[in-house]
């Protein structure tokens, strides 16, 4: 696992043993941020939910972002992030915070200051559409703020939630992303449809 491009490119990354957490794979991590920069360039606040090595929060860092929050509960693996943002030279950036992703969200209602949200749940998590409109409810980003949900491909989203509207959908092998624009016309799925539809790699 290592930082893909940016200002810590080639960096590896430290990963906890056991499988308490699932890294998003190196090729699912390039799509992902090929697929944003397309939005244009990377820059403002980042908010990562589960955490887990602080690997997606680390390459938005690196890719030109001005701050990112790691939420991961636990303290453990919450050690391991600060390890790789102090590996990266990142850390003057990067903010850790120890705990649920509910109560993290619960506890910073009205923030509304990311501009980037990234939500990369077990993928098992029968909890992740609950999250997915708690991240709305409490008012983490703005109009035009990005939400991005990694997912199994078991796993069924909405095209559209209250305050939300899904802009991309990608497959590569067994993991999925989607991406939400918060604040814009939910109707439209358009985006998917002029492309031919969600693709797969």
Known sequence: MRVITGRAKGHKLKAPKGLGTRPMLDRVKESLFSVLEGYGRIRGRVLDLYAGTGSLGIEFLSRGAGEADFV??????????????RHTKL???????????ERFLNGHRGRGDFDYIMMDPPYADPAIERMINLVVETGMGHAGSLL??????????????????RTKFRR???SCFSIYELGG?????SAEREEGGPDEV
């Not at 016309?185 to 799925?189: I, K, M, Q």
């Open 91 to 101: 850390e003057q950036q990067g903010r850790v915070h120890a705990m649920p992703v």
């Open 185 to 189: 016309p939910v109707a439209s799925t």
């Open 172 to 174: 590569i092998g067994d």
């Open 72 to 85: 991961e509960q636990s303290a453990h693996v919450c050690g391991i992030i600060r390890d790789n943002l």
């Open 148 to 165: 991005i949900v990694g997912h199994s491909p078991r796993v069924t989203l909405a095209d559209s939630y209250p305050g939300l509207d």
